[in-house]
């Protein structure tokens, strides 16, 4: 299994645009996908929750929600492929197709490149963003905090190449790791999640609401 999952994610990765795919006065609306986890007479289960907003106004334009029994294992690198069938499967939810996605996870900030953010924006033909809470160690390399100041970041250099960004969206509090997906560049990607930045959280609203969502969602399956 890990075998084809590595064949896969070297193959796709070739698709992978860190240049912009759009304009951003064309950016109408942006989804936040997050999923969350149980456990179930032995078996995992996750409900994948999708929340699109305007992005000029904020406003909660859709949700959709997909529940089902987690198939593949957990192995390090391979998280998309857990996380893809429910994701694909909400996304045939929508009534809106948004004109980007933000995942809970990551993108570039990969071994191969290749987090749930890139594999799935490759998949869609969207342009993705990946925004994690923690930070996911490649190859051993750390990084820099950035300055304690809202909007300051450092970039996180691997082996020479940029592989993602340490972003502080509020002062005085832990930062955010922020990594392209495909179909845009690391300064978009930045204005955007800056954009979605309110003083209710230093996680930007798509994805922090589609969070909120998941717990609402598990709570409501598991009664």
């Known amino acids: 299994?890990?075998?084809?999952?590595?064949?896969?994610?070297?193959?796709?990765?070739?698709?992978?645009?860190?240049?912009?795919?759009?304009?951003?006065?064309?950016?109408?609306?942006?989804?936040?996908?997050?999923?969350?986890?149980?456990?179930?007479?032995?078996?995992?289960?996750?409900?994948?929750?999708?929340?699109?907003?305007?992005?000029?106004?904020?406003?909660?334009?859709?949700?959709?929600?997909?529940?089902?029994?987690?198939?593949?294992?957990?192995?390090?690198?391979?998280?998309?492929?857990?996380?893809?069938?429910?994701?694909l499967e909400t996304v045939k939810l929508l009534q809106i197709q948004p004109d980007l996605y933000i995942f809970d996870g990551n993108g570039y900030l990969h071994p191969r490149h290749m987090g749930i953010a890139s594999h799935a924006g490759i998949l869609l033909n969207k342009p993705s963003i990946g925004v994690a809470k923690t930070y996911y160690r490649v190859f051993d390399a750390e990084y820099s905090e950035p300055e304690q100041i809202a909007g300051s970041y450092t970039d996180i250099v691997i082996q020479g190449e940029v592989y993602g960004r340490v972003l502080r969206t509020h002062a005085n509090v832990k930062p955010v790791f922020l990594s392209v997906g495909t179909g845009i560049c690391l300064d978009t990607a930045t204005e955007i999640i800056q954009h979605f930045v309110t003083k209710d959280s230093h996680i930007p609203a798509p994805t922090r609401l589609a969070d909120l969502e998941t717990h609402t969602a598990r709570r409501a399956i598991l009664g």
């Not at 992978?16 to 032995?42: P, R």
């Not at 029994?69 to 492929?81: C, D, N, R, S, T």
Request: net charge negative.
């Open 1 to 87: 299994m890990e075998a084809e999952f590595l064949a896969i994610q070297n193959n796709l990765k070739e698709k992978i645009s860190c240049t912009d795919s759009f304009q951003m006065q064309n950016l109408k609306t942006v989804a936040g996908v997050d999923l969350a986890y149980w456990k179930e007479n032995q078996k995992e289960f996750a409900v994948c929750c999708i929340v699109v907003l305007d992005y000029a106004t904020g406003q909660i334009l859709e949700k959709q929600q997909f529940h089902d029994e987690i198939k593949v294992p957990y192995m390090p690198g391979f998280l998309a492929f857990r996380e893809l069938p429910l994701i």
